[in-house]
């Protein structure tokens, strides 16, 4: 079974939508490229936490719901750890946590993980408004 989507989870490895899905249903949000990769995950040249670590230094809210099973919030989790050597490149600490909880508004990389399923809900505000509180000088 495929196992990909195209958020901050990791590609390979992964339970989730496959590529396959994802760009059938919504081609708009990807390069036609990344449909070439819907039978052969294996052979992506990058994954997710690449794409993390060209956010660096700059900080980074990764949102994610406990029972989002295609989002995967396990493999963001660990993408944020690949990310995490950029980060310390730049002299920044990157995923300041070792568990999915709890959320620390003031990481680098804030990995935040609510009840519930896929979306944003009004849950989500206080941890986003925490983030931007942290990280934005007044």
Do not use: C
């Not at 909880?101 to 003031?106: E, N």
Request: charged residues 20%; without cysteine; aromatic residues 10%.
């Amino acid at each position: 079974m495929p196992i990909n989507q195209g958020g901050a989870s990791l590609n390979k490895g992964k339970r989730g939508e496959s590529i396959a899905e994802i760009t059938e249903i919504y081609p708009h949000w990807f390069a036609q490229s990344y449909a070439e990769f819907a039978d052969r995950e294996e052979h992506m040249p990058l994954d997710q936490h690449a794409l993390i670590a060209l956010i660096a230094p700059r900080p980074l809210f990764l949102g994610n719901a406990r029972r989002d099973v295609w989002s995967d919030p396990n493999g963001a989790f660990k993408a944020a750890i690949g990310a995490t050597p950029v980060y310390n490149l730049y002299k920044k600490q990157g995923l300041n946590q070792d568990k999915l909880r709890p959320f620390i508004a003031g990481a680098d990389i804030s990995f935040h993980l609510r009840p519930g399923t896929h979306g944003i809900v009004k849950e989500d505000w206080p941890a986003f408004l925490a983030f931007l509180d942290a990280h934005t000088k007044r």
